[in-house]
């Protein structure tokens, strides 16, 4: 079974940054993609980011691009969410998931994605 633990969340100022970082174990991280959603109260969880097993090929939901950038490193089983110029309407907790399937599978669809992370909270204020 995967284990995933996010850390890095906070708290932060509009227009400022934070790394999320989702440290995995329990299996070869290189085998399978990641993926990192978000879900604010009351709101369903949203696709935010994912990244294919190489680190090669990338796809983020339209509102996140050029903002949010999302990495990995296969030697430290560790992905990474770096968010820039961040906004109020980001706040919610943030999780990383682990996706066997296909990349390109309904990579935005939570469904997809086998593990979870217990999030990580990251709240902007205005």
């Known amino acids: 079974q995967v284990q995933l633990v996010e850390s890095g969340g906070g708290l932060v100022q509009a227009g400022g940054s934070l790394r999320l970082s989702c440290l995995v174990s329990?299996?070869?991280?290189?085998?399978?993609?990641m993926g990192w959603f978000r879900q604010a109260p009351g709101k369903e969880r949203e696709f935010v980011a994912a990244?294919?097993?190489?680190?090669?090929?990338?796809i983020y939901a339209d509102s996140m691009k050029g903002r949010f950038t999302i990495s990995r490193d296969n030697a430290k089983s560790t992905g990474y969410l770096q968010m820039s110029r961040l906004e109020p309407e980001d706040t919610a907790v943030y999780y990383c998931?682990?996706?066997?399937?296909?990349?390109?599978?309904?990579?935005?669809?939570?469904?997809?994605?086998?593990?979870w992370g217990q999030g990580t909270q990251v709240t902007v204020s205005s």
């Open positions: 990244i294919s097993w190489s680190g090669g090929n990338t």
């Open positions: 329990g299996r070869t991280f290189s085998s399978y993609a």
């Open positions: 998931a682990a996706k066997t399937t296909n990349f390109y599978r309904r990579t935005d669809d939570p469904s997809e994605y086998a593990d």
